[in-house]
T-cell receptor
């Protein structure tokens, strides 16, 4: 079945540091890939997504590229801010008829200090 | 903006009580989901519904049931709450053509004493 493995946290960075959160997946077919973010006390919200190989998703300075050859979708940001402190989830969409279901990684807590 | 609302942000119940968690979405989405979120375990799917009165078990359905009588509303029921059901419960919805983009509610933190 589908599975997602993401870097375990917590990750603590200083403001303006470079961020990478690794995510790899196992899936059949051609799934869509997602990064969701959960700010303290809130539900999850979509950060970015990519629907096919070599696509790059980007939003709010974050980027991730769908790498089919390495089955990866690593999240990066060149310069983090305190307001980026949150839990980040990598997720995999099913392919075909079950495309609306998602499989989530366990989440990575990011703390950015001033 | 898509809005998914959940009936309570915090809930405290006693062991053995029947608990209802309500979720409402305003975007006419076909698919709705209930997850629980626990530290170190991430999100785990309890049940989902792809149409009114239709439901499928997720990865951890034991001890839970669901109801979807109207398209916009999806209820999670704990028939007899137990302490191991203390958790954060998240509701989400998506359209059939959404390619997996799910919209989440703010969550209900349930404590069972």
């Amino acid at each position: 079945g589908n599975s997602v493995t993401q870097m375990e946290g917590p990750v603590t960075l200083s403001e303006e540091a470079f961020l990478t959160i690794n995510c790899t997946y196992t899936a059949t077919g051609y799934p869509s890939l997602f990064w969701y973010v959960q700010y303290p006390g809130e539900g999850l919200q979509l950060l970015l997504k990519a629907t096919k190989a070599d696509d790059k998703g980007s939003n709010k300075g974050f980027e991730a590229t769908y790498r089919k050859e390495t089955t990866s979708f690593h999240l990066e940001k060149g310069s983090v801010q305190v307001s980026d402190s949150a839990v980040y989830f990598c997720a995999l969409g099913g392919s075909g008829g079950s495309n609306y279901k998602l499989t989530f990684g366990k989440g990575t807590l990011l703390t950015v200090n001033p | 903006d898509v809005k998914v609302t959940q009936s309570s942000r915090y809930l405290v119940k006693r062991t053995g009580e029947k608990v209802f968690l309500e979720c409402v979405q305003d975007m006419d989405h076909e698919n709705m989901f209930w997850y629980r979120q626990d530290p170190g375990l991430g999100l785990r799917l309890i049940y989902f519904s792809y149409d009114v009165k239709m439901k499928e078990k997720g990865d951890i359905p034991e001890g839970y049931s669901v109801s979807r009588e109207k398209k916009e509303r999806f209820s999670l029921i704990l028939e007899s709450a137990s302490t191991n059901q203390t958790s954060m419960y998240l509701c989400a919805s998506t359209s059939g053509a959404g390619l997996g983009t799910q919209y989440f509610g703010p969550g209900t933190r349930l404590t069972v004493l």
